[in-house]
Structures are given as structure tokens and as C-alpha cells.
């Protein structure tokens, strides 16, 4: 039964009906910049105790500042190649590409009627970005840039505290981080 006078009541979507576009955004949502400073926070940074914390954090850190991570990742390649100019040329054209399908993007990427998750197109982009790189004889500056990313990268996630980390419902959604309260008890 469906009241619509002008007080304003509508109907109430029922979870069945509600989940399933849930899911769809969840998987397919664009990547959150999360803020430089927030990134940088020197108080944050603290020496992890065991392996299984430092696992713990580069997951939590990589899947967190999944955005910062590749912009500085593309800022190490872009100067590797400051004495290519062929190469740099192509870097910005591939670069065009970031920047409308990865980083300035509002809605899901919709491809032939199918929703592009956005890991897909990271690696989609990553490869291009590779192999156009390589096809311009630039081999070597690609391996060296994608080792010291690695590294940079690895030393950022590893010593950078996952405590201040706020999820939406969308980001923990992506991570398998969801709610169980009000889930039913099991009995042993």
C-alpha cells in the first residue's frame, strides 16, 4: 500500500529490493583520494611489532590509499622520464587516460552495458601504461621506477598506522569488512 499525499511519506524500499544495487556500487564505486595530509601524519607512523602486523597494515594501507599510492607511483615514472622526451609524450597521452578513467571519475565506469570494477581498470591502466612505456625503448626506466615505487610504497604501508583509517559503508563493503551486529547468534 503505497500513501502518496503531501505529507510527504513514500514507499520504503525492502532489502531485497535494496541490497542488490548496494553490491553493484560497492564493487564498481570510484577510488577515494584520501587526503595528503592524512597520508603524511608523522604522528601515525610507528614500528610494527611482528610480521603478521606488518601484513595486516600493508593490506589495510594499500587497499586505504589505493588512490595516493598510484599517484605517486605515475609522479616516480613521470621523472624517470624527464631526459626521454618520445617517451614523456606518451606518458601524458596515457596519462589522459588516468585522469578521466581513474582519478576524476564520479560514477562507475559502464563498458557495453557492463560496470567496470575499479581494480580492473587500475590494472587495465597500469599495463597500458607499462607496455607503451617499454614500446618507447625505455625498458630499463620503467624496471628501476617500478622498483623504487615498490619499495617507497612498501616502507609507506608497512611503518603507516592503521588506526585513524575511517571506512564508509562502500569502502568496507570492497574489503569484506561488514557489520555483524544484529546478525543471529549461533548455537554450539
Same mark, same amino acid.
Given at each position: !500500500?503505497?500513501?502518496?499525499?503531501?505529507?510527504?511519506?513514500?514507499?520504503?524500499?525492502?532489502?531485497?529490493?535494496?541490497?542488490?544495487?548496494?553490491?553493484? &556500487?560497492?564493487?564498481?564505486?570510484?577510488?577515494?583520494?584520501?587526503?595528503?595530509?592524512?597520508?603524511?601524519?608523522?604522528?601515525?607512523?610507528? &614500528?610494527?611489532?611482528?610480521?603478521?602486523?606488518?601484513?595486516?597494515?600493508?593490506?589495510?594501507? *594499500?587497499?586505504?590509499?589505493? *588512490?595516493?599510492?598510484? !599517484?605517486?607511483?605515475?609522479?616516480?615514472?613521470?621523472?624517470? +622520464? +624527464?631526459?626521454?622526451?618520445?617517451? !614523456?609524450?606518451?606518458?601524458?597521452?596515457?596519462?589522459?587516460?588516468?585522469?578521466?578513467?581513474?582519478?576524476? &571519475?564520479?560514477?562507475?565506469?559502464?563498458?557495453?552495458?557492463?560496470?567496470?570494477?575499479?581494480? #580492473?581498470?587500475?590494472?587495465?591502466? $597500469?599495463?597500458?601504461?607499462?607496455?607503451?612505456? *617499454?614500446?618507447?625503448?625505455?625498458?630499463?626506466?620503467?624496471?628501476?621506477?617500478?622498483?623504487?615505487?615498490?619499495?617507497?610504497?612498501?616502507?609507506?604501508?608497512?611503518? &603507516?598506522? #592503521?588506526?585513524?583509517?575511517?571506512?564508509?559503508?562502500?569502502?568496507?563493503?570492497?574489503? $569484506?569488512?561488514?557489520?555483524?551486529? $544484529?546478525?543471529? !547468534?549461533?548455537?554450539?
Amino acid at each position: !500500500m503505497s500513501i502518496s499525499s503531501s505529507s510527504g511519506y513514500r514507499n520504503i524500499p525492502s532489502p531485497s529490493t535494496s541490497a542488490p544495487q548496494f553490491n553493484v &556500487r560497492a564493487q564498481s564505486s570510484p577510488a577515494t583520494r584520501r587526503p595528503w595530509r592524512q597520508f603524511a601524519d608523522l604522528s601515525s607512523f610507528s &614500528r610494527p611489532y611482528a610480521a603478521g602486523e606488518i601484513t595486516i597494515r600493508v593490506k589495510r594501507n *594499500v587497499s586505504y590509499f589505493r *588512490v595516493n599510492y598510484v !599517484m605517486i607511483a605515475l609522479f616516480i615514472l613521470f621523472v624517470s +622520464l +624527464l631526459w626521454h622526451p618520445v617517451s !614523456m609524450i606518451v606518458f601524458l597521452i596515457v596519462f589522459l587516460g588516468w585522469f578521466f578513467l581513474y582519478f576524476f &571519475r564520479n560514477a562507475p565506469l559502464m563498458i557495453f552495458n557492463r560496470t567496470i570494477g575499479d581494480r #580492473t581498470v587500475l590494472i587495465v591502466l $597500469g599495463l597500458v601504461t607499462i607496455v607503451a612505456l *617499454v614500446l618507447t625503448h625505455v625498458w630499463l626506466n620503467v624496471v628501476v621506477s617500478l622498483a623504487i615505487v615498490v619499495v617507497v610504497v612498501g616502507l609507506h604501508a608497512a611503518f &603507516r598506522g #592503521t588506526e585513524d583509517h575511517f571506512l564508509d559503508e562502500q569502502d568496507a563493503a570492497e574489503d $569484506g569488512l561488514l557489520s555483524v551486529v $544484529g546478525s543471529p !547468534m549461533r548455537r554450539v
